[in-house]
T-cell receptor
Framework: DTAVSQTPKYLVTQMGNDKSIKCEQN?????MYWYKQDSKKFLKIMFS???????INETVPNRFSPKSPDKAHLNLHINSLELGDSAVYFC???????????FGPGTRLTVT | AQSVSQHNHHVILSEAASLELGCNYS??????LFWYVQYPGQHLQLLLK??????LVKGIKGFEAEFIKSKFSFNLRKPSVQWSDTAEYFC?????????????FGAGTRLAVHP
């Protein structure tokens, strides 16, 4: 009965590769998010989607391309991976105003 | 620019000590306020939230927080910590702007509780 799930949990890859992270929520929420947590634990929003439409893009490099095939899924594709992309990526969802965000377990991406 | 400040980056306490973690935000409009906890190697879990009403909110595991609007603060408290409270604590503020909302996180406070 996992609320927000992400795959994979760990991802180790080399610079220049392309990789994807998948996220699914079974809470019926309309809004989904991607966050990046750096090595100092700082969490920063990357994208927000509401009902499959992009709402927020926080000046993320265009190597990052989110895709929402339906409102329960928000995937993140990253092209030409760089060392600085190494981080933990969290997916989250909520029901909008006056609701809390539920977070997925995170994907630890290591670029070598 | 909107921001969330957590004053203590690293706190070390003994079991049974009292805890207060500071959180201030810079935004003059409507906000929702949250404290999340991240145990080692785990995802973020909600401790408590404030939307409106009583500014003193109670959360899980004996935590509480007080919203002081005039000070733009939302400090987290617990009267007696346990070793199992060792974790990273994040204050977050939801801002409403331009027809959408977004959650801004503080830098986090790492709490270590020694037995």
């Amino acid at each position: 009965d996992t609320a927000v799930s992400q795959t994979p949990k760990y991802l180790v890859t080399q610079m220049g590769n392309d990789k994807s992270i998948k996220c699914e929520q079974n809470l019926g929420h309309d809004t989904m998010y991607w966050y990046k947590q750096d090595s100092k634990k700082f969490l920063k929003i990357m994208f927000s989607y509401n009902n499959k439409e992009l709402i927020i893009n926080e000046t993320v490099p265009n190597r990052f391309s989110p895709k929402s095939p339906d409102k329960a899924h928000l995937n993140l594709h990253i092209n030409s991976l760089e060392l600085g992309d190494s981080a933990v990526y969290f997916c989250a969802s909520d029901a909008g105003q006056f609701s809390e965000q539920y977070f997925g377990p995170g994907t630890r991406l290591t670029v070598t | 620019a909107q921001s969330v400040s957590q004053h203590n980056h690293h706190v070390i306490l003994s079991e049974a000590a009292s805890l207060e973690l500071g959180c201030n935000y810079s935004y003059g409009g409507t906000v929702n306020l949250f404290w999340y906890v991240q145990y080692p190697g785990q995802h973020l879990q909600l401790l408590l939230k404030y939307f409106s009403g009583d500014p003193l909110v109670k959360g899980i595991k004996g935590f509480e927080a007080e919203f002081i609007k005039s000070k733009f603060s939302f400090n987290l408290r617990k009267p007696s910590v346990q070793w199992s409270d060792t974790a990273e604590y994040f204050c977050a503020v939801r801002l409403f702007s331009g027809g959408y909302n977004k959650l801004i996180f503080g830098a986090g406070t790492r709490l270590a509780v020694h037995p």
